[in-house]
């Protein structure tokens, strides 16, 4: 477990603490009533001015699921007892408002904005996180599933997704049948400041970070990814030198959020 000599304790902290991507399950179901509660879970997060602007789609059927792994080039995607995908739903008060007055288009209302699109998606983030946090909870593992968005356009054929809603993350749980490491984390100094950002020539910050860094990077390259068991992770900076190379222009958002009615210039 990671805790320093001031971690506190309870079972929260602890679930919070020891939580860790789960990526292969057991073959067995999950029990309606345990569903619900995560459902009800993911329900009672914050949302954005209360818009409730998220839905999420459960994936029963193992066609869907297959077509899933392969967009995210992810097999265990199709082994997931639970599979679900999470999105920004605008299109559900689009249509009350649409409902209320007709007046309502796509250029003026507020639910096509980079704002709304925005907070749709700390909307689903927030709900996702409690319902991981939930499943670990009651000993189910988890794992977020970015990699779908690897074809967003087919995503969207797949799913019928509407207008004015948009694919964000993939969540896929069950009862673990690994035991991976728990990955390490920097070093709080790295990531919390006081006040404002530090300055750039903040020397002292610049020295502490650079150290910081090493011991991370070191902690990192200790880390086994159960995926590749045989060898230890890069360290952190090699990964992050490596994503920088990374040619994301099949993953552009703003050419499907358009598609979908959203107008991220405005
Ligand atoms: C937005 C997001 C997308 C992710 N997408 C994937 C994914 O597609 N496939 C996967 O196996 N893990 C995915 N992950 C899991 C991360 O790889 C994992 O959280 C990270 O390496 C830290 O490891 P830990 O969760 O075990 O602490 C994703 C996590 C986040 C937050």
Redesign the pocket.
Known sequence: MIMSEYTLQNSTITTLLE???I?QWADEPIPDDVIETLQSVAQHAPTSEFLNDWSAIRITDPNVAAQLAEI?N?P?IAQAPLLYVFVADEHRNMQIAQSHDAEFTEDTVSFTSSYRFVQAHNDVILAMHAMETAANSLGLGC??????LNNIDKLIEILHLPKYTFPV??LAIGKPAQE?M??PRMSQSMQFFENHYPEADDTQFTQQLNENLADFDKRVHQYYDL?HADRPVAAFSDQVVKNAQKDLSKKNITTPAAAQGFQLNR
Not at 143 to 148: A, Q
Request: proline letters at 5%.
């Open positions: 939580r860790r991507s990526r995210g992810q265990y794992v977020y599933l970015g990699s779908i993350l993939g991976p728990i990955k995926r």
